[in-house]
């Protein structure tokens, strides 16, 4: 074969790869870097090609209080200068200018100047050590327990550098529902091995710790939190951990919540058992992040009490305690109020709780960009201080003074090739690094930035693209439960729709609990004459949320129980306006299809036929959600479907008969 | 319990009943006749309460050639006279003046006058004698076989009632892939009893015979129509039937068609058998209808296969010979052209044979009105002797003077408590009778008759569930095989699409066979320079049928190859336009479900929750259709949707993969 046809045949074969891509690559480019490099030669490699780069490293090099992560870029006698404190801000700047250059181009005279919002930016993985991912939609687990510490995956790395390219900084790599064996020597020296890959990409590592582990690890006779020989247990369980990772970020504790072991079982508080983790960390510059995710079957609001619980402990936790709390009152809902403990505990830094992976909006069988959803939470006003005190003040120190500020995203990363299963589903994790590093931005943005790195700078693809995505959570919500409904999900999975489920175990774990539909109306009156939830919330939210003609039209069955009859803004009632949202969210998961098909031709073959195919079932089980719902729901209201509104394909009784074969784990 | 509140209870409690009707009644008020009566006794019972009647029975009571069937409605002091030359004749006007009762009410003076257009108005049931029913999609057989002739179910007379209140005067027991069981003497003596029971009513009774009965019942060695021994045994077997039956009216035979046995097996012609079995019921008055539905592996074309077969035996059959010729020149599809044998056998009389059962439409699960398909049938012009002569024309005797003239419906009736599965297919029933006696009403007049007597005379309730009706048929072309596409039905059950079925045993038997989609194009070349087929149509159709910018849109695709950008009448592609299509049908069957939910209010609970459950399966399985057809054709045409078309819900491999656990009979 002669030279030219080689070179051709090498051409075209180069053509076909450019028209398949596995995904795998996510928003970079392709990895200059290599094992073992430091932050700096990193930080090097990743501008490589990219443009004339000096950096300047040192303490000073930034004006004002930047921080360590912060950094300016600027240009200087023809050359780009990345300006920063740390070689990890140095890092973060140069992922910056390889963001600009993959995204519409590095301007001329560049002159920013960036600091994250938050100092911790953290994913939280639901991963067990058995190599399953509770709520995980994208293969089983990264972490290769069974391996490490002797075989490093190559995706080690490509993990780090994806987070430090959005400026995540810390990762908890296992599941809240811990296991003590995640303490045990042997497992602590794979942690290690994980943490010697992440440190270069400036990754702390994080774990979730079981508060029983003195008992069913240590072997002692109690785990109470005022036992000195417990104490004693965690302080050199510290001590180990940090001989191994000196940098080891902390604790993440889930007690007395839904069957995990904490404080309260020996009688002592939330507080209690915090604090005496805390100290064993203390000396070494560790945190714990204690949840607030707590609820019993026996409260007459399940949506009041992380509140009830939590609000009386404001001051009684150490400065190294953060509260980790859910964004909603419930549980990571398509759509709810913000968490009323926002704002309310003025002593006690808070941090917000995402959930990147998509336990409750279609798993990544759907798409759902999620950038909407967190930025309402992130810019709700909390009162908490007077009109300003949003969510995102309450949380990033600006509002109460509280250091360290952290945010927290429950992580949708698996094995898949693509890392997320739906390739829209790395949107999820981009945009929550990235509002972590500044809940300023934008969700049009961030998509617009995520949708040019990813797949295409071609603004003919970018622009329809970008408002689908935009428009996509507001459709899941339509379709699954707008108006304020939540949980009406099929038990265990939460896939599909289960809005009759009424056998639970617990009465809060039924979706009759939340819907409260009868003959009388639907809604769970948490108003002053019912639940009193609405009383957690400082003025005039309260008052706002209490009056069914001033609540938000989006949180109205989250707050009151109204008759089918009752008249909404727009005339209609409520039940026809039930009906067409959700018609509305089916028309809006069918145009996504149109859309997607639309740009066929600029999107290479193996990922448009992906997404077509996840853009068909979610356009198909949103026909489902709205037949589930209605038909049941119609079973209470006894009301005509409105003119506007498509019939339901489906019955009732058949749609009950659905149970999925999904656990709540892969 | 006092006597006010017993009579309020029971008010109440008819008022309930009211609300409920599972159909059983069918288009007819209670019925006033009994066991026994004889002909003009039950047309009195018919009229009782609904006028003051006196009937006329005399051989001259009607002008000019009315037949016997004919009557005449008049009034004459003060009194209904209903006047007819034959007690029959009197049942039939009696069945008219209950219709003009029940849908809109009696003139003050009534002037009609009226005799049915076919002598022979007949049922062909496609039952086997274990209960079952070919192609049946309402329960099973209504004949008891093992009861008969001791007992004799209500429902015989039911039926017999029915019938005749629309006009059909013979029914045919028997499926036409005959078992020659049913020629066996205790068999003949339950055929007895039925025809007994129908006889009051007007209703003759005929059998399907298997051609090969003289060896599988006689114990021949041979069926050899031109055999003396075969020809005597036939002959015997008819006077012994006529013993019985003495009114007895014929046979229906499918021979040489299908696995069939016939007189081919012998070298001899279908003339030579037909006739045979002609002369052994010509002594008692009997007939023969002989089908002509055949077609062999072999030929290049199946749709020219009866024409090719027969065209050449005119002029040989006996007397009492009838063609019996399906509507199309292929097999009850959605839309065909019409058989050219209408017209082009000037000297044999031919029925056409429709499927009033639904194998071809969706069973008893989907609405499809099916007058609109019967009127397109017999109204088309075959131009055999110029305009006007219309496939009607060529059978009912006024074109080639052919007697008796005929027409043969396979029914949809079977032991469901409705008679035909969906309520509404209770109308195809009607509507084939109504033709049947009268070929030039029309389907929105049927429609009106129908839908008043059977439902409601309330116009809010007739006029958009009407309008729903006749729109129904269209809408399953459209969602099924619009343009002229045929049979690609999945095996077997004809049920659902298998576009991409092709390895059948026979090649006429997938469907490949019959779309021809390739990347060139789709659709069947029966043109002059493809098979021909069109040659079988006379002048001027035959140009307009070879010419795909004279040929009807809605035959396109039969008569045409054609590539997937040839552009149609409206400047779209072929291609869009076949999107376009499978969408507007399934738009229709929405519709439909919004139409029926309109009249909520103006049906009862029992059949409007029956009807609205049929009509969501419709809706869910027109999107299965069209994305089953339009993603298997894209993998053809390679072309994208259209702006205007929803895309699909489902995945092609997902839908190649069901396997519904239907028969071909119930």
């Known amino acids: 074969m002669n030279r030219r046809i080689t070179a051709a045949l090498l051409l075209a074969l180069a053509a076909l790869c450019a028209r398949a891509d596995d995904g795998s690559g996510l928003w970079l480019p392709a990895d200059r870097a290599r094992d073992g490099m430091g ?111 002797g075989t490093l995956s190559p995706r080690y790395r490509m993990y780090a550098r994806a987070n430090a390219s959005i400026g995540i900084n810390g990762t908890v790599l296992n599941n809240v529902n811990a296991t003590p064996q995640t303490l045990r020597p042997d497992y602590l020296s794979k ?4 943490a010697d890959v992440f440190r270069p990409y400036g990754i702390k590592v994080y774990l979730s710790v079981n508060f029983s582990s003195p008992v069913l690890l240590g072997g002692l006779d109690t785990s109470d939190p005022l036992d000195d020989g417990v104490a004693a ?75 009830d619980e939590f609000i009386g402990l404001d001051g009684l936790f150490d400065g190294n305690v953060i509260l980790q709390v859910k964004n909603g009152p419930v549980d990571f809902q398509p759509r709810e109020p913000f968490n009323p403990l926002f704002g309310a505990m003025e002593r006690t830094p808070l941090m917000v709780e995402f959930q990147i992976t998509q336990e409750y909006l279609g798993h990544s069988e759907q798409l759902a960009y999620l950038a909407p959803l967190f930025t309402e939470c992130l810019r709700s006003d909390t009162y908490a201080r007077g009109r300003g005190s949003t969510v995102a ?62 797949f295409s700078d071609d603004d003919g693809f970018v622009e329809p693209v970008k408002r689908m995505m935009l428009s996509s959570r507001e459709a899941v919500v339509d379709y699954m439960m707008p108006l ?105 998961a069918r145009e996504f299809q149109k859309v997607w098909d639309s740009v066929e031709d600029k999107v290479d073959r193996q990922r448009f036929l992906h997404v077509q195919e996840r853009l068909r079932r979610q356009a198909r089980d949103a026909v489902w959600w709205r037949d589930a719902c209605l038909l049941y729901f119609q079973t209470h209201s006894g009301m005509p479907f409105p003119p506007g509104m498509e019939r339901p394909v489906y019955d009732l009784d058949e749609l009950k008969r659905i149970r999925l074969d999904l656990k709540h784990h892969n």
Chains 1, 2 share one sequence.
């Not at 140069?94 to 002159?111: C, F, M, N, S, W």
């Not at 942690?191 to 994980?194: H, P």
């Not at 981009?430 to 934008?442: K, V």
């Open 39 to 149: 932050t700096l030669d990193i930080a090097r490699a990743e501008v490589e090609g990219i443009a004339d780069v000096v950096f300047r490293i040192a303490a000073g090099a930034l004006p004002g209080n930047a921080g360590p992560d912060g950094y300016a870029i600027t240009r200087q006698d023809g050359r780009i200068v990345i300006s920063a404190a740390s070689p990890v801000g140095a890092l973060y700047g140069a992922y910056h200018l390889q963001r600009l250059a993959r995204t519409g181009g590095i301007p001329v005279e560049p002159d920013i100047r960036e600091s994250p919002r938050y100092d911790l930016r953290l994913l939280n993985h639901w991963d067990n050590l058995d190599g399953t991912v509770e709520r995980g939609y994208a293969g089983h687990s990264l972490w290769q327990w069974d391996e490490l510490p």
């Open 191 to 194: 942690v290690k091995a994980l």
């Open 233 to 307: 247990w965690w302080a050199a369980k510290a001590d180990e951990i940090y001989r191994l990772v000196p940098d080891f970020g902390g604790f993440v504790v889930k007690a007395n919540s839904e069957g995990q072991p904490g404080p309260q079982d020996y009688g002592r508080t939330h507080a209690d058992g915090a604090n005496m983790l805390a100290r064993a960390l203390a000396p070494h510059g560790g945190i714990v992040m204690w949840r607030a995710f707590v609820y019993d079957p026996d409260s007459d609001d399940r949506a009041k009490q992380a509140y």
């Open 393 to 454: 003040a309450a949380t990033d120190g600006t509002l109460f003074g509280h250091s360290p500020s952290a945010i927290a995203g429950v992580a949708n990363i698996g094995l898949d090739d693509n890392w997320t299963g739906h390739h829209f589903a790395q949107a999820n994790w981009y945009c929550f690094g990235r509002l972590a590093w500044d809940h300023t931005l934008t969700s049009d943005g961030i998509a617009d930035e995520w949708l040019r790195a990813t």
């Open 484 to 588: 304020g409904l939540h949980h009406i999900f099929a038990e265990g999975h939460h896939y599909g729709p289960e809005p009759w489920y009424e056998r639970a175990v617990r009465p809060d774990w039924s979706s009759v609990y939340y819907h409260r539909a009868g003959s009388a109306g639907i809604g769970f009156d948490r108003t002053s004459s019912g639940s009193g939830a609405t009383g957690h919330y400082f003025s005039p939210l309260r008052e706002i949320y209490d009056d069914p003609s001033l609540c938000p039209e989006n949180l109205l069955l989250w707050f009151h129980h109204l008759p089918w009859d009752y008249r909404l803004a727009n005339g209609l009632t409520l039940w026809d306006n039930l009906c067409l949202r959700y018609q509305a969210g089916v028309e809006a």
